[in-house]
């Protein structure tokens, strides 16, 4: 029995690992495009700015030692090129342009997203880049060392993290967002001026908000020498494209698989409306646990754990994937941020009445030495669950996010989480842990408005 898994990101890798852990006896094949494997794009704008010292140090495994070690084969630098699903049959393009078919028994689609580039003047000029593969970033970081400036279109985490990197090595960095604020899927906008005035004030980023990159503008050469921002010319050496990702979706239509709005329609067990073809990762539609709307998870938490679910499907065992918080967390210089549930810009939009509690403060007792500001905002709907948070903060944020959205999968009230039993020692928390602090003043707002009713 042979299963066939398209794209060698999180999803797919799990996917297989998950499989022969499971099943010793299946045939499987990964084919990607990709080069190298195993390796988490989130970490490329950490290598750029030499807090990660190589390229090399981030990729997990090779293709060798899935084979040797188990006994899956990945085959690189290969594109799928049709779908025959009704005789279970791919055709594949491999390294030396030779076309081979292979059938199946079961297929994966794990291929992923790309990015977004707007159809703007100067996107093909020399120095403009995307982000989203080891090679990306090898190009970013060799170019870059020849250049003094930079703009940075998309504000998103990517973009901001890119932008740090870049920084780093020394060059003057513009960042260019359309939305009226920087993390606009991820903050709302009173906390993301916080991680906004850290990166203007200590950084030395510049932003440029509200406004899209108008086009981009070469020298004779075909070289990017700047760009148009609203009219206005700003000079640079580079530009970074980091305006999203969309997903892959030409192989499933091929396929004949059901599409949603913007992705591959899957169920629970992470299978497509053809029983044995499976859809995980960034390519796939997921349901929001708060709104229980259709929407994406582009994360590689949501890849791996769908890879599983995939995998033990595939193998006879049952499993579920449920659905989405996008609990998000990133770390751009001195400061942390993190979020997940829904914003409080998202809860108006969908037309759902919230009270939000907020607490500033340490996360270490107050006379230890080293102690760095934490800030809070716990979002709880009017039957004062939990349904949302956000923390920006200098250490210690991912751990206390992790910890809401288990309150959040829970059900968990304000006042439970107040009165929570929280750990305690002088170098690593206060006495009142932040999230009951902030969990505390929601109840209080709670109070008012039932003195007032």
């Known amino acids: ?6 794209g060698s990101g999180a999803a797919g890798l799990t996917t297989a690992s998950t499989i022969r852990r499971y099943n010793k006896e299946m045939e499987i094949v990964v084919i990607t495009k990709d080069k190298h494997i195993a390796y988490s794009p989130c970490a490329i704008p950490y290598v750029i700015c030499n807090e990660i010292p190589s390229f090399e140090d981030i990729i997990m495994h ?5 084979k040797r070690d188990r006994h899956i084969d990945v085959i690189t630098e290969s594109e799928v090129l049709d779908m025959d699903s009704e005789n279970n049959k791919i055709t594949y393009k491999d390294k030396e342009n030779n076309e081979i078919e292979l059938t199946y028994d079961y297929l994966v689609l794990a291929t992923g997203g790309s990015p977004f580039v707007p159809p703007i003047e100067g996107v093909d000029l020399k120095g403009v880049f995307k982000l989203r593969t080891i090679e990306d970033g090898m190009r970013i970081k060799e170019y870059a060392e020849n250049s003094k400036s930079v703009i940075v279109a998309g504000a ?3 973009g901001l993290e ?13 960042v260019v967002e359309m939305a009226p604020q920087i993390l606009p899927r991820a903050l709302d906008i009173d906390m993301a001026k916080i991680v906004m005035k850290y990166l203007e004030e200590d950084v030395g980023i510049k932003f440029i908000l509200e406004k899209p990159l108008g086009k981009i503008v070469g020298d004779e050469d075909g070289k990017v020498n700047g760009a148009v921002i609203d009219g206005e010319f700003y000079g640079c050496d580079m530009v970074i494209m980091a305006t999203g990702v969309r997903p892959n979706i030409e192989l499933a239509k091929k396929a004949g698989c059901e599409i949603g709005r913007w992705a591959i329609r899957v169920n629970e067990k992470m299978q497509t409306s053809i029983p044995n073809i499976y859809a995980v990762g960034d390519c796939v539609e997921v349901v929001d646990l708060i709104t229980k ?5 582009p994360f590689g938490t949501t890849a791996v754990r769908q890879g599983k679910v995939a995998g033990k499907n595939i193998v006879g065992i049952e499993a579920k994937f449920n659905p989405v918080l996008n609990a998000m967390v990133s770390k751009i210089g001195d400061i942390e941020m993190a979020g997940t549930g829904m914003s409080e810009l998202g809860a108006h939009q969908n037309r759902l009445e919230v009270i939000v509690g907020k607490a500033r403060a340490l996360t270490r007792a107050r006379y230890y030495p080293g102690g760095k500001l934490i800030e809070v905002k716990l979002i709880c709907d009017m039957n004062k669950n939990i ?3 956000q923390i920006v903060g200098g250490e210690r944020v991912a751990e206390r996010v992790d910890a809401v959205s288990i309150g959040i999968v829970k059900n968990m009230t304000c006042n439970e989480l107040a009165n929570i039993e929280f750990c305690y020692a002088p170098p690593v928390s206060m006495v009142i842990d932040p999230l009951a602090l902030a969990a505390e003043n929601a ?4 109070k008012k408005i039932e003195k007032n009713e």
């Open 162 to 174: 890119t932008a740090y990197a870049l920084k780093e090595l020394g060059l003057d960095v513009v």
């Open 156 to 158: 998103g985490a990517i």
């Open 443 to 446: 109840c209080d707002k709670f």
């Open 387 to 389: 349904v949302g948070c």
């Open 1 to 6: 029995m042979r299963v066939i898994i398209i």
């Open 293 to 297: 709307q259709i929407t994406l998870s």
């Open 62 to 66: 090779t293709p060798e030692e899935y």
